[in-house]
């Protein structure tokens, strides 16, 4: 689902906020766009290690979740930087989880 107009500027606002360069820190010429997507980073935690009568058996990497992020596109070079919304503030503010869940629903 696109963006609406109040929350790509509810975005642009957080961006200059925290002070997000405007042009790109990789080449330093282009400006970043926004795409109509998240990106959800899964999340992986250390397996177990479990003593068993034939030693020691370590069971692999579990997911533990996932980071939503905000997607920012270099025009210029492709440069793609992630920012995650709950640390950024956004994802309650704009309430995507309530959209994530409409979404899941079609």
Same mark, same amino acid.
Request: contains cysteine; charged residues 25%; glycine residues 10%.
């Given at each position: #689902? ?5 929350? $790509? ?5 957080m %961006? *200059?906020?925290?002070?997000? +360069?405007?042009?790109?820190p ?6 970043? $766009?926004?795409?109509?997507s ?5 999340? =992986?935690? +250390?397996?177990?290690? #479990?003593?068993t ?5 370590? =069971? ?6 996932? #980071? +939503?992020? &905000?997607? %920012? ?11 995650? &919304? ?7 503010? %704009? *309430?995507l989880?309530?959209? *994530?869940? *409409?979404?899941?629903?079609?």
């Amino acid at each position: #689902m696109p963006f609406t107009a109040d929350e $790509r500027k509810k975005i642009s606002e957080m %961006l *200059r906020e925290k002070g997000v +360069p405007e042009k790109c820190p990789l080449c330093g010429q282009g400006e970043f $766009r926004l795409p109509d997507s998240i990106a959800f980073i899964h999340v =992986f935690e +250390p397996g177990k290690v #479990m003593e068993t009568l034939g030693g020691q058996v370590e =069971f692999g990497w579990f997911p533990a979740g996932s #980071m +939503p992020c &905000l997607i %920012l596109i270099c025009n210029n070079c492709g440069n793609t930087l992630l920012l995650n &919304l709950k640390v950024a503030g956004l994802w309650d503010e %704009l *309430r995507l989880e309530e959209v *994530r869940e *409409r979404e899941a629903v079609k």
